[in-house]
């Protein structure tokens, strides 16, 4: 058991509290503080199994089948690291990812707004992103939940784009795993909304 009595949470957020770890440098706890909301009226598999952690099996689902395929685009993902108890709850323990002063890597949302819109900087954003979601899709890694504050240009990998949450698929039958057709529509919905306000 992990107390984290003591320490001051790095980030709030309304689904998690983050946490530096307190016995790995390199890593961050992640500590669910939502609710899960039910939008059915029989409860699904995974959520009577793994109730408000059903996101992080699908996170380490995913991960793991990037890892089986040994693709080189998981460099694009932040690691995932395991679980731990801890005295707040379940915590997920994942890669502590940095900018350029130490401090958590900023996120792609907060880089976005400091840019003026249409500036040469913001073009050359977008084309990071562009370039972020080609390596996800040629590594076949489906993140179901990307938004601009689930990306983070992180040091460990040279200043790249990083997913950091939200991997795998929400649905239950998760067509993208198995459909060519169904992963590159479901890519180039993600393109145009990604894409965006640049």
Same mark, same amino acid.
């Given at each position: 058991?992990?107390?984290?009595?003591?320490h001051t949470?790095?980030r709030?957020?309304?689904n998690?509290?983050i946490?530096?770890h307190?016995?790995?440098? &390199?890593a961050?706890?992640?500590?669910?503080?939502?609710?899960?909301v039910?939008?059915?009226i029989?409860?699904r598999y995974?959520e009577?199994?793994? *109730?408000s952690l +059903?996101?992080?099996?699908r996170?380490?689902?995913?991960?793991?089948a990037?890892?089986?395929?040994?693709?080189p685009?998981?460099?694009?993902?932040?690691?995932f690291?395991?679980?731990?108890?801890t005295?707040?709850g379940?915590?997920?323990?994942?890669?502590k990812?940095t900018?350029?002063? &130490?401090?958590?890597a900023?996120?792609?949302k907060?880089?976005?707004?400091a840019?003026e819109k249409?500036?040469d900087?913001r073009?050359?954003?977008?084309?990071?992103v562009?370039?972020l979601?080609?390596?996800?899709?040629?590594?076949?890694?489906?993140?179901g939940?990307?938004?601009?504050?689930n990306?983070?240009r992180?040091?460990? +990998? *040279?200043?790249?784009?990083?997913?950091?949450d939200?991997?795998?698929?929400?649905v239950?039958?998760?067509?993208?795993?198995?459909?060519?057709?169904?992963?590159?529509?479901?890519?180039?919905? +993600?393109r145009k909304?990604?894409t965006?306000?640049?």
């Amino acid at each position: 058991m992990i107390d984290l009595s003591g320490h001051t949470p790095l980030r709030d957020s309304n689904n998690y509290k983050i946490y530096q770890h307190p016995e790995i440098e &390199g890593a961050l706890l992640k500590v669910r503080v939502d609710e899960p909301v039910r939008n059915h009226i029989f409860p699904r598999y995974a959520e009577r199994r793994y *109730g408000s952690l +059903r996101q992080w099996n699908r996170e380490a689902n995913e991960y793991l089948a990037a890892l089986h395929r040994g693709c080189p685009e998981i460099e694009r993902l932040a690691r995932f690291m395991g679980y731990a108890p801890t005295s707040e709850g379940p915590g997920l323990v994942v890669e502590k990812l940095t900018g350029p002063d &130490g401090d958590l890597a900023p996120t792609l949302k907060s880089e976005k707004a400091a840019l003026e819109k249409g500036s040469d900087a913001r073009k050359k954003l977008k084309e990071e992103v562009i370039e972020l979601l080609n390596d996800l899709e040629r590594g076949r890694i489906i993140v179901g939940d990307m938004g601009p504050e689930n990306i983070v240009r992180a040091q460990e +990998r *040279g200043g790249k784009l990083v997913v950091i949450d939200g991997l795998g698929e929400r649905v239950l039958f998760p067509l993208t795993l198995f459909s060519d057709w169904a992963f590159q529509k479901s890519n180039e919905r +993600r393109r145009k909304r990604m894409t965006r306000g640049y």
